[in-house]
């Protein structure tokens, strides 16, 4: 049914998380990727999301943006249902969320300053020499500070993802994703970015959640942790709770031990999608 | 009965593609015709940039073929027609050809080549750098952005362009009457106008405006569509380019149709 569209007020936050999901279920064709995730993130608070590759942590991002549509479970952000509510909610309730991509996703034919106008120019009615001067200091913020004229493809990978930080920042947002912020960059570049997150999370203490598999990356700024395996969280907690667990699957991750390599097609494809726990009684007799 | 089977999923396959085109094309046309009077933005800047793209910038091609395209209709139809000694019937076959078909078609062609894979290049990689799910998480409408002008641009650039065309084609077969058939320049020309009817002239235009709309639909379409991967963006763009021509070719066989049974012809 079509929703009536109603101006959307400007509301005020409600008390409580500022995330939460609520069983949250992702399928592609038929395979179920992510199987009922549960957690909530209080406003101020970052978030990391652990986990390996294929372990559905970037699907979980891209759900928690609105790019994946869940096929059950609830995702509430900002205390409205971002699965149900209609397309110009939904709309301005991303344009209180900034999110930063792996590569960046700067658009190659704008310039870093226009890139980084673009959102200010479509949802606000800011006079030009307002957003020039907005650019320069998000620019600032993220350390490019003269960069507004370069093309994307002149800045080398980090100042390309500080860009894309800036950007992010565009809009002010309350909450603001991280895509593997460290991926690709050298260990300097990579402590910069850690660095960048954490003068965010003080000066405007944001929400942040950042998805990563850089162990050192993720106990420096995170306040918790979540560890996702084969689409179920199987661990969360503080830093510190997540250095002392028990839980052999948040050791292995930690301690960086090899995972039995895998052979066939079926095998691959049912490791990403079963449950963690049946997959473990599954072929334990097979892997260990 | 697994012929029957495979022709079946095919035909849905094929209904199914149609589909999701006539959707796209509606969408942008929404955001074109009907979305700035809902507050939603214009982007005429982005679109007159892709008109100067599209249209302008082809100019130089599109001259010289159908220039020769119109000289080469005139020496085949100057072999048939001087067996009947009716030589100076050369610049209506020309005229009529062009403005009715060939006009339309190899200008239709030639945006297919120049605009039609660079939608789909660009739109494409566009999705695997991730700038297509960005615009989303920036509350930014991907077609409204980015289809809608094409769109826009597509719409006026390609009727315009078929008139430039029809002309250099009348132009091209000008030179062969003037060397040829003892037509005069200025005889030529006035003999090409008398022999065409506006309705000649339109049902070209018309049938322009429906490619314009097909190869943009293809086109980002499969830039949409790109799934991930450098060699995936190359694949949509050759997809863009076959089916933009396959569908083109339908488009004007169902327009012509209609136009000869509508008593047009």
């Known amino acids: 049914m079509r929703k009536h569209r109603e101006p959307v007020e400007e509301e005020k936050l409600p008390d409580g998380p500022m995330i939460s999901l609520r069983d949250l279920r992702v399928s592609y064709d038929g395979r179920e990727i992510l199987h009922g995730i549960n957690f909530d993130v209080q406003r101020g608070e970052t978030l990391v999301i652990l986990g390996g590759s294929g372990s559905g942590k970037s699907t979980l991002l891209r759900t928690l943006v609105g790019l994946e549509i869940p096929s059950s479970g609830e995702v509430?952000?900002?205390?409205?249902?971002?699965?149900?509510?209609?397309?110009?909610?939904?709309?301005?309730?991303?344009?209180?969320?900034g999110m930063s991509f792996q590569g960046g996703a700067l658009f190659g034919s704008m310039?870093?300053?226009?890139?980084?106008?673009?959102?200010?120019?479509?949802?606000?009615?800011?006079?030009?020499?307002?957003?020039e001067i907005m650019v320069r200091l998000k620019l600032d913020q993220v350390g490019l500070s003269g960069f507004e004229d370069f093309l994307p493809s002149q800045l080398s990978g980090g100042m390309k993802k500080r860009a894309a930080v800036?950007?992010?920042?565009?809009?002010?947002?309350?909450?603001?994703?991280?895509?593997?912020?460290?991926?690709?960059?050298?260990?300097?570049?990579?402590?910069?970015?850690?660095?960048?997150?954490?003068?965010?999370?003080?000066?405007?203490?944001?929400?942040?959640?950042?998805?990563t598999h850089e162990l050192a990356s993720a106990f420096l700024i995170a306040d918790r942790m979540v560890l996702i395996n084969k689409g179920d969280l199987v661990a969360s907690g503080t830093a510190e709770?997540?250095?002392n667990s028990k839980h052999p699957r948040v050791r292995q991750f930690l301690d960086r031990v090899p995972e039995p390599a895998v052979a066939q097609e079926l095998d691959y494809l049912q490791m990403l999608?079963?449950?963690?726990s049946k997959a473990g009684e599954g072929r334990q007799g097979k892997s260990r | 009965?697994?012929?029957?089977?495979?022709?079946?999923?095919?035909?849905?396959?094929?209904?199914?593609?149609?589909?999701?085109?006539?959707?796209?094309?509606?969408?942008?046309?929404?955001?074109?015709?009907?979305?700035?009077?809902?507050?939603?933005?214009?982007?005429?800047?982005?679109?007159?940039?892709?008109?100067?793209?599209?249209?302008?910038?082809?100019?130089?091609?599109?001259?010289?073929?159908?220039?020769?395209?119109?000289?080469?209709?005139?020496?085949q139809a100057a072999y048939e027609l001087k067996q009947f000694g009716a030589i100076n019937y050369v610049a209506t076959a020309v005229a009529v050809s062009m403005t009715r078909e060939l006009g339309p078609l190899i200008t239709a062609?030639?945006?297919?080549?120049?605009?039609?894979?660079?939608?789909?290049?660009?739109?494409?990689?566009?999705?695997?750098?991730?700038?297509?799910?960005?615009?989303?998480?920036?509350?930014?409408?991907?077609?409204?952005?980015?289809?809608?002008?094409?769109?826009?641009?597509?719409?006026?650039?390609?009727?315009?362009?078929?008139?430039w065309g029809n002309f250099m084609g009348i132009l091209g077969g000008s030179l062969f009457g003037v060397l040829q058939a003892d037509f005069t320049f200025l005889r030529y020309i006035t003999s090409s106008l008398d022999s065409l009817f506006l309705r000649d002239v339109m049902t070209g235009l018309v049938k322009s405006l429906m490619f314009g709309i097909t190869i943009t639909a293809v086109g980002c379409h499969e830039?949409?569509?790109?799934?991930?991967?450098?060699?995936?963006?190359?694949?949509?763009?050759?997809?863009?380019?076959?089916?933009?021509i396959f569908l083109v070719i339908i488009v004007d066989l169902v327009f012509t149709l209609l136009f000869y049974f509508l008593g047009e012809q």
């Open chain 1, 76 to 97: 509430w952000i900002r205390g409205k249902n971002f699965v149900e509510i209609s397309n110009m909610e939904r709309d301005e309730i991303r344009k209180k969320l």
């Open chain 1, 111 to 131: 310039t870093v300053g226009e890139n980084v106008a673009l959102p200010l120019l479509e949802h606000t009615k800011l006079e030009q020499p307002t957003v």
């Open chain 1, 166 to 211: 800036a950007r992010a920042l565009a809009m002010d947002p309350e909450i603001l994703f991280f895509d593997e912020p460290s991926a690709g960059l050298d260990p300097i570049i990579a402590a910069g970015i850690d660095q960048l997150i954490l003068e965010l999370k003080k000066a405007f203490h944001m929400t942040i959640i950042v998805v």
């Open chain 1, 241 to 243: 709770e997540m250095r």
């Open chain 1, 273 to 276: 999608t079963e449950p963690s």
């Open chain 2, 1 to 75: 009965m697994e012929f029957l089977q495979a022709t079946g999923s095919a035909f849905t396959n094929g209904m199914a593609y149609l589909g999701s085109l006539a959707t796209l094309a509606g969408r942008a046309a929404y955001f074109t015709f009907i979305g700035p009077f809902q507050g939603k933005p214009l982007r005429l800047q982005s679109a007159l940039g892709q008109a100067m793209e599209t249209g302008v910038r082809a100019l130089p091609i599109l001259s010289l073929i159908t220039f020769f395209i119109g000289l080469i209709l005139a020496l």
């Open chain 2, 109 to 163: 062609v030639i945006v297919i080549g120049r605009s039609g894979s660079a939608f789909a290049a660009e739109l494409g990689t566009m999705k695997v750098t991730e700038e297509i799910d960005a615009l989303e998480t920036m509350a930014i409408h991907p077609v409204s952005f980015l289809v809608a002008p094409k769109f826009m641009a597509m719409v006026l650039m390609l009727p315009c362009l078929t008139i």
């Open chain 2, 223 to 244: 830039g949409l569509s790109t799934g991930g991967g450098a060699e995936q963006v190359g694949r949509s763009t050759t997809r863009a380019v076959v089916v933009s």
